[in-house]
């Protein structure tokens, strides 16, 4: 059975919902979310985040286990066994993120500023009504991760491709996926730092309300903001400072 997925509006690639999870969970392992030797989410909260059936989920972790992605064992949590999945994947985005994490930083953030805006303008007047209440359950699964790095940014990729290809230009929305997508490894460590995952919470619920709103300058104007703090996260955390700003001037 071919499901349509809204965050890739993936039904065109005439994949199976097991199949269109299995290239998820293959995704968060190249792009550094999951690392190897992690503990996979619980099927249930697996399914929790990715808005589809535990058995979905179950068959597309068995797909991952024949190919030696993951490794599971009775009575324990799943985890990633292999990181080397590239080519494995099929593509979602230009480029893989090897090739995107070879730009510097202020390039990327410039893009991200000039291009996401547009495209998250597009997105606020086309999103439907399924995919705003799939945003505001995506936002209480997050509260639900509030203390654990992983699982959230796991929530927040679902989040922001939902977006994403909720807009009229997929060309676009694929260049804008490869920028999100870029030091997501270093975001895994800025998310861990005290009141990091707060603040995109925050973030994510302006950009929530806007697009409730049906209203593109808020959008922007919140995905401008989300867009700052992530640079300013992403700096400190390369310059090794210990510690996050404060919500009031960014994080």
Known sequence: MT???SPL??????????ELIRDKLVAL????ILQMGDEIPSEREL?????????????AIQRLAGEGIVQVSQGARTRVAKVDVNIAARRI??????AINGYDLEAVHGAR?????????????????????????????????????????ICDREFHLTIYYASSNRLLADFVVDLYTYMLDHRRAAMGKPGAIAQSLLDHEAIVSALSNRDPDGVARAFHQ?????????????????????????S
């Open 47 to 59: 399914a929790s985040m990715l808005s589809v059936s535990r058995e979905t989920v179950r068959g």
């Open 113 to 153: 500023l000039l291009v996401e805006g547009a495209t998250v303008r597009d997105a606020a007047l086309r999103m439907s009504e399924a995919d705003i209440g799939r945003l505001k359950d995506s936002l209480e699964v997050q509260r639900a991760s509030k203390d654990d790095p992983v699982r959230f940014l």
């Open 93 to 98: 985005g230009i480029a893989n993120p090897s």
């Open 9 to 18: 509006r993936e039904s065109i690639h005439k994949q199976t919902a097991k």
């Open 29 to 32: 392992i190249a792009s550094g």
């Open 3 to 5: 499901v349509p997925l």
């Open 226 to 250: 989300h867009i700052v703090r992530i640079y300013d996260t992403t700096v400190a955390l390369s310059a090794g400072e210990p510690h996050v700003k404060s919500p009031a001037n960014g």
